[in-house]
């Protein structure tokens, strides 16, 4: 059989993390090549041994190698988009890797540094993987090329549990996103962002601990009663970067179990 990715060659960043893991098997089990990006190597190699574990060599057609990439940094992004030269070039990129930090907080609280340290990442994170993941396009003649950026729902509610800064970068990327799927369109470039909401992933349940009233504040919006799983979010991914979403193009693409829709929820 045919992988829906069969032939691609992917980067990841935060391949490392809940979202970037589960979409790299995905990939590799779709017949892609994926190069995992992350800012830790120690979580990469982690992240490695469960990728060889559920998808093992031999079981697959593309390759997978990982790369200590800082999103932040163009140079970095700039290197990663051209180790795919050999592969036959960028076909697609996730740009996924996000934070939201402890200190993030209102208007009042957050500090300005934190503030910077989280737009450098998130937003212009992005704009970086955009920028290099045309370029790969262009260099290789592809007439067509997917990207998809992590968002989040907090870019389309207001939510009256404040981390300033994020909710700033978020509201970015989905903006950003939009305007590049118009510009690049006739080039056959796909831009979309994908917007989760809150997800058994470290990122949020690291934060959240064993806080019983922090969590029930947040599991109360789900119609479903529960958080997303971050294999929920890889599927939509996987969507987005096939050619089966070939007219999907500057969406927000909201995996969210129905949170963003709904008024009252179930007792
Ligand atoms: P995660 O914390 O599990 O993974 C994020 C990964 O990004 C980590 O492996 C981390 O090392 C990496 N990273 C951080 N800074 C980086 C940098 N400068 N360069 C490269 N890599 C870097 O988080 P996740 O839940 O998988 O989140 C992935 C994306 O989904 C993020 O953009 C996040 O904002 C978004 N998101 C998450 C949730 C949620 O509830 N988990 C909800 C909405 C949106």
Not at 12 to 30: S, Y
Not at 208 to 221: N, Q, S, T
């Amino acid at each position: 059989m045919v992988g829906r990715l069969q032939g691609k060659n992917a980067i990841v960043t935060g391949a490392a993390g809940g979202i970037g893991l589960e979409t790299t098997i995905l990939m590799l089990c779709e017949g892609a090549s994926v190069l995992m990006a992350d800012i830790s190597n120690a979580g990469l190699s982690k992240a490695l041994g469960k990728v060889n574990a559920v998808v093992p060599p031999e079981s697959r057609v593309g390759k997978v190698e990982t790369r200590v990439v800082d999103v932040s940094k163009e140079s970095d992004i700039e290197a990663a988009v051209a180790h795919l030269d050999a592969w036959g070039g960028i076909d697609v990129i996730f740009n996924n890797a996000g934070i939201m930090h402890a200190k993030d907080d209102d208007a009042v609280a957050t500090p300005e540094a934190i503030w910077d340290l989280t737009q450098n990442i998130n937003v212009k994170g992005v704009w970086f993987g955009s920028k290099h993941a045309v370029l790969g396009f262009r260099k290789h003649g592809k007439k067509r090329g997917s990207v998809i950026n992590t968002a989040s729902m907090v870019a389309l509610v207001g939510a009256a549990t404040p981390q300033l800064a994020y909710t700033a970068s978020k509201g970015a990327v989905l903006a950003m996103t939009r305007e590049l799927a118009i510009v690049h369109a006739r080039e056959g470039f796909r831009f979309n962002s994908l917007c989760p909401a809150p997800l058994n992933t470290p990122l949020l349940q690291d934060w959240l601990g064993d806080d019983k009233e922090k969590r029930f504040r947040r599991e109360v919006h789900f119609p479903t009663g529960r958080f997303g799983e971050a294999i929920e979010q890889a599927h939509a991914v996987i969507f987005l970067a096939s050619d089966e979403s070939s007219f999907v193009n500057a969406t927000d693409f909201v995996v969210d179990g129905g949170l963003t829709k709904a008024y009252v929820t179930p007792e």
